[in-house]
Each structure stands twice: as C-alpha cells, then as structure tokens.
C-alpha cells in the first residue's frame, strides 16, 4: 500500500531553534495538507498546496511557520523560532482532487510528535 | 464560519454493545463528509466518504449514514479491537479544504 512518510517521528527542541518537518506524499497525489493536532483543538489545518502551489496558509503563525513543496516528492514545514506552544503533533496528508472533488480521501502520514522545551 | 461538531467526547461500550457516535455541521453546502479512525500514535485512517443525504455506507461492524445536518456511524455488536479515536471530516461547498471534528474516544470493554 501507498503510504505518506514523515520525518522524524519525534522531535525534541529547544525554545528559539529552528524545527523542519518533512513529508513525502503518495505518488500521483496533487493535493498535500498539513495540520496540527493538540488535545484542546484537535485536528487544526496550517496549510494546503495543490500541484505545489501554496493555496491557503492561513492557519499558520506567519511570522514563525514557513511551508514550502520544492518537488512533488517533498513537502516541508519549518518553524523559526520555535516556542512551547508549538508543541503539538504535526501531520501530512495527501490526496488527488479533481475537479474540486476529492477522486481519493485524504492519507496521513503518522506524524512528527514535537516537543519545545 | 462552518464548523464540524462531534458527540460524544468519549463513549464507553461493553463488547457486543452496539451504539451510533454523531458528527453535526452547519448547513451551507456539503461537497464531501470523511469518516477516519485514529489509534493512538498514529495517523487517521480513511473509513467512509458520504456525499449526499441519503447515502449509506458498511464496512465490517461499522455503518456510516448521512443527512442534510449530520451523520451518525453505527458500531454493531462491537469488539475491543473497535477501541480508537473516530474523527468526522467535513468538504464544505466551495472550498478544497477539509475540516475535522475533534472526534470521539471509543474504549470497548471485554
């Protein structure tokens, strides 16, 4: 089975440092998702690109959070500097959408667990 | 703004205990409603896609139906591997992206 990748799994940081997050989407996909997950807001969506283009980021700080797709094989989420509220679980998901409909669900990645400290 | 709501937060269920778990959302125009299970230290996993009311869809002990307002996935007779996060996700009309629930806890007891 076709499988999203994120790396690293865990990420254990200091407050200030620089944390970049990376996902592999399913091949084919032209629609890449990343969202964050706490236990007070659940799953939040940070941004959205389709064929790589960015088409909505407005769930992410600007001033600290960057996601970039610089091939179709890599997505990457960075956060500069980073802070102990950033502390959450950050997942990628992938799909193909056509038309404005999703042709096939979305697929997660299992996640890059942060920890700010 | 819309908005994707679940109930309830957690449910807890005697093995063979069937039961239905809700997910709400406002009404301004449904394009899609995902269904996901999530166990604990991974990724949600696809279950269902519903897209107008009416429809129905099973897999296993699991049923998922849809309405104009909300969608109920059914659990019959359920068994303790059934025990994970249900997660309700939501395409509103005119937007690509996809707006979660907060999900709810499902523990099944032997």
């Known amino acids: 089975d076709a499988r999203v990748t994120q790396t690293p799994r865990h990420k254990v940081t200091e407050m200030g440092q620089e944390v970049t997050m990376r996902c592999q989407p399913i091949?084919?996909?032209?629609?890449v998702f990343w969202y964050r997950q706490t236990m007070m807001q659940g799953l939040e969506l940070l941004a959205y690109?389709?064929?790589?283009?960015?088409?909505?980021d407005s769930g992410m700080p600007k001033d600290r959070f960057s996601a970039e797709m610089p091939d179709a094989t890599l997505a990457t989420l960075k956060i500069q500097p980073s802070e102990p509220r950033d502390s959450a679980v950050y997942f990628c998901?992938?799909?193909?959408?056509?038309?404005?409909?999703?042709?096939?669900?979305?697929?997660f990645g299992n996640g890059t667990r942060l920890t700010v400290t | 703004e819309d908005q994707v709501t679940q109930s309830p937060e957690a449910l807890r269920l005697q093995e063979g205990e069937s039961s239905s778990l809700n997910c709400s959302y406002t009404?301004?125009?449904?394009?899609?409603l995902f269904w996901y299970r999530q166990d604990p230290g991974k990724g949600p996993e696809f279950l269902f896609t519903?897209?107008?009311a009416g429809e129905e869809k099973e897999k296993e002990r699991l049923k998922a139906t849809l309405t104009k307002k909300e969608s109920f996935l059914h659990i019959t007779a359920p068994k303790p591997e059934d025990s994970a996060t249900y997660l309700c996700?939501?395409?509103?009309?005119?937007?690509?992206?996809?707006?979660f629930g907060t999900g709810t806890k499902l523990q099944v007891i032997p």
């Open positions: 009404v301004s125009g449904l394009r899609g």
């Open positions: 996700a939501v395409q509103f009309r005119g937007y690509q992206k996809v707006t």
């Open positions: 998901a992938s799909g193909l959408v056509t038309g404005g409909l999703y042709n096939s669900p979305l697929h």
């Open positions: 091949l084919g996909h032209n629609t």
């Open positions: 690109f389709r064929n790589r283009a960015p088409l909505d």
């Open positions: 519903l897209y107008s």
